[in-house]
């Protein structure tokens, strides 16, 4: 996730934005892991919800790959 979000370089600070803020409204992360290998090679981070335009779906927030 650094290199699509490098504001957020202090990991602490992410994590507390993520847990504090985005996950009680629905956030969530999946992460993509290879064996042998301490860091993701891919992460998702969605919200599953419902509105009048889309009915219930799933929206893509933050999408990256390692480089």
Do not use: C, I, K
């Amino acid at each position: 996730m650094h290199w699509l979000r490098p504001a957020y370089e202090n990991e602490q600070a992410f994590v507390e934005r993520v847990d504090g803020v985005l996950r009680p409204g629905g956030y969530r992360l999946v992460a993509s892991l290879l064996p042998g290998r301490d860091q993701a090679v891919a992460v998702a981070g969605f919200r599953v919800s419902d509105s009048l335009a889309w009915g219930h779906h799933l929206y893509v927030d933050d999408l990256s790959t390692a480089p």
